[in-house]
C-alpha cells in the first residue's frame, strides 16, 4: 500500500522488507565511497603450526568503518559489495594494501609469513583477475610463493573449465591456492580431488561441534585424514578452546587460526607479534 504525503512523496509502508531494502540501499551507497573516503582498513589474523605453535601466516580480514553507518560486518556488506560488482575494486583494493604491507614485514622479519587473501567468486570470475594478481605482485615485488587466495567452496557452481584454468595459472605463478570454509557450501568431497588445493580450512561450525556432537567429531576426523591423503594441508578455522585444539592435535591437524592462539590484528599488535619473530640479517 501506498499513500500520498503533502509533498507529493511516495510514502511506502514499513515493512520488514522495506526496511531492509533500504538499508541495503544505505550501505551500497556508502559502500560506493568507503575507499575514497579512507573508510577501509585491514587486519591480520595469525595461523600457527598446531604442534608448534610456529607462526605460519596471516589471513587478511576486511574492516569498514563507516563515517556514517559506524562498524559494518563484513558478513553485512561483502555479499551486497558482491551482488552490486563493488567487490572487484573492495579486493583490488584489499590486495594491493596487504601486499604493500608484508612485502615490508619480509624485509625485516626472517620468518616470512604466508599471506592469505579471501578472493569473492564474483572477482575470481572476472577476466582481468589473474593479470591484476599480476600487476599487483610486480608493483609491490611481494614474492608470490607467500601469497595465498582463498576461494570458496561457491566456485565450483561456476564453469569448471574457467575456474581450473585460473587456479592453474596461479599455481604457474608460484601462489597457494586455500579452499575456504570447507563443509558449508557445495563442493562434494570429489573437489579435493578436481581442484589444485594447497591448503583445506575447515570451516568454524565443524570446529564449534567437534567436542559435544559425535558426527562433526568423526567427520573432521575424516576430512583431515582425506586431505592428507590427498596432499593437502589443513587449517582448522575459528579453534576456541583447548579441548578443540587438543582433538585437532590428536588428528593431525596441520594448523590452526582461532581465537585461542590469535585474534585479528590491527597497527600496533602486528607490529609486536612480529616484532618477536627473529630479525632478519641486514644485507
Ligand atoms: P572467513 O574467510 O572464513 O574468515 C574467518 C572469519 O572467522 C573472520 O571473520 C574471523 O574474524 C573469524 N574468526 C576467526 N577465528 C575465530 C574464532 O575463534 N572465533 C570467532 N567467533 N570468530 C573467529 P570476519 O573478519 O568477520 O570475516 C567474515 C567473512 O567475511 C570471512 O570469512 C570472509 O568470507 C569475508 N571477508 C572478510 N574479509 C574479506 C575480504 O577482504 N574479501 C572477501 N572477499 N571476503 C572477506
Ligand atoms: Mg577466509
Ligand atoms: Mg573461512
Ligand atoms: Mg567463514
Not at 4 to 11: A, H, I, P, Q, R
Not at 188 to 214: A, G, M, N
Not at 221 to 250: C, F, R
Request: glycine residues 6%; hydrophobic residues 40%; charged residues 25%.
Amino acid at each position: 500500500k501506498v499513500k500520498e504525503s503533502g509533498k507529493n512523496e511516495v510514502l511506502f509502508f514499513n515493512t520488514e522488507m522495506q526496511q531492509s531494502l533500504m538499508e541495503r540501499i544505505r550501505i551500497e551507497n556508502c559502500l560506493r565511497e568507503a575507499i575514497e573516503n579512507n573508510e577501509l582498513s585491514l587486519v591480520f589474523q595469525p595461523q600457527y603450526d598446531a604442534h608448534s605453535h610456529g607462526l605460519r601466516g596471516f589471513e587478511t580480514l576486511l574492516r569498514w568503518n563507516s563515517a556514517e553507518l559506524g562498524a559494518v560486518s563484513p558478513a553485512k556488506f561483502i555479499p551486497i559489495a558482491e551482488e552490486t560488482g563493488i567487490i572487484v575494486n573492495l579486493g583490488e583494493w584489499v590486495l594491493q594494501k596487504a601486499m604493500e604491507r608484508f612485502r615490508d614485514v619480509h624485509r625485516t622479519c626472517a620468518v616470512k609469513p604466508i599471506l592469505s587473501v579471501n578472493i569473492s567468486v564474483v572477482q575470481f570470475m572476472e577476466p582481468s583477475f589473474v593479470p591484476m594478481i599480476q600487476r599487483i605482485l610486480e608493483q609491490t615485488g611481494f614474492d608470490a610463493r607467500y601469497l595465498e587466495v582463498e576461494v570458496t567452496e561457491s566456485v565450483c557452481i561456476c564453469s569448471m573449465e574457467q575456474v581450473l584454468t585460473a587456479l592453474h595459472q596461479l599455481k604457474a605463478m608460484g601462489i597457494r591456492i586455500a579452499l575456504d570454509d570447507f563443509g558449508t557450501g557445495y563442493a562434494s568431497l570429489s573437489y579435493l580431488q578436481k581442484l589444485p588445493i594447497d591448503t583445506l580450512k575447515i570451516d568454524k561450525v565443524f570446529i564449534d561441534s567437534i567436542i559435544q556432537e559425535r558426527e562433526s567429531h568423526l567427520m573432521v576426523g575424516s576430512i583431515i585424514s582425506l586431505a592428507h591423503h590427498l596432499g593437502i594441508d589443513v587449517v582448522a578455522e575459528g579453534v576456541e578452546t583447548n579441548k578443540q585444539l587438543d582433538y585437532l592435535q590428536s588428528r593431525g591437524c596441520n594448523y590452526i587460526q582461532g581465537f585461542l592462539w590469535g585474534k585479528p590484528l590491527a597497527g600496533s599488535q602486528l607490529e609486536e607479534l612480529l616484532s618477536k619473530q627473529p630479525e632478519r640479517v641486514a644485507g
